[in-house]
């Protein structure tokens, strides 16, 4: 079973826009929510994480939103730039093993 | 090295042969996991490894599959009898500690023809 469904599965912005992809889960023992970001024929590597004592941490273009009563988080990359096109995963985990989403594919057109 | 190192990065084989992957995560952590990213899919968990502590299996999709880890160091992921669903590509990742960043390596890319 997917313990964290991702939304939109692709998705296609203008250089200078803003790129959401938004994240829900179920399991409220979860308390570490990364995302990562992964470019083709490369692993995952981590672009930013968040812990649900907080609702918004901002590094750089990019900020995750964190609604713990929602349980949905989501990955806001500002001032979109070709150069983020990639695929993009949000996880959650207790600390153990971590729980991917299926990722987004993001292009961002010049 | 500095990353995760997994070998090899490509590897074609004949449908029923067996293969073993490997991975060497850095030096230090305690944590290593592996996962199965099939083409334009997410990251399906496998088996998780912490410390001395049993192994969590319970993403492993067959009896087919099997991994060990010596201690805190070198991982093998083996598949038996492979299958052409069993193409993929096979990220290997290692942490620190429950709730830090998991560095990953580049992935072994198998295909089974």
């Known amino acids: 079973q997917q313990q964290v469904k991702q939304s939109p599965q692709s998705l296609i912005v203008q250089k200078g826009g803003i790129s959401i992809i938004n994240c829900a889960y179920e399991n409220t023992a979860f308390d570490y929510f990364p995302w990562y970001q992964q470019f083709p024929g490369k692993g995952p590597a981590l672009l930013i994480a968040?812990?649900?004592?907080?609702s918004e941490k901002k590094e750089g273009r990019f900020t995750i939103s964190f609604n713990k009563s929602a349980k949905q988080f989501s990955l806001h990359i500002m001032d979109s730039q070709p150069g983020d096109s990639a695929t993009y995963f949000c996880?959650?985990?207790?600390?153990?093993?971590?729980?991917f989403g299926k990722g987004t594919s993001l292009l961002v057109t010049p | 090295g500095a990353g995760v190192s997994q070998s090899p990065s490509n590897k074609v084989t004949e449908k029923g042969k067996d293969v073993e992957l490997r991975c060497d995560p850095i030096?230090?952590?305690?944590?290593l996991y592996w996962y199965r990213q099939r083409l334009g899919q997410g990251l399906e968990f496998l088996i998780y490894?912490?410390?001395?502590?049993?192994?969590?299996k319970s993403g492993l999709p067959s009896d087919r599959f099997s991994a060990e880890r010596t201690g805190e160091s070198v991982s093998t992921l083996t598949i038996q009898r492979t299958q052409q669903e069993d193409s993929a590509v096979y990220l290997c990742?290692?942490?620190?500690?429950?709730?830090?960043?998991?560095?990953f390596g580049q992935g072994t890319r198998l295909t089974v023809v």
């Open positions: 996880a959650a985990t207790t600390g153990y093993a971590l729980n």
């Open positions: 490894f912490q410390g001395n502590s049993a192994p969590d």
């Open positions: 030096s230090g952590h305690t944590a």
């Open positions: 990742a290692s942490s620190g500690d429950m709730n830090t960043e998991a560095f």
């Open positions: 968040i812990r649900p004592d907080v």
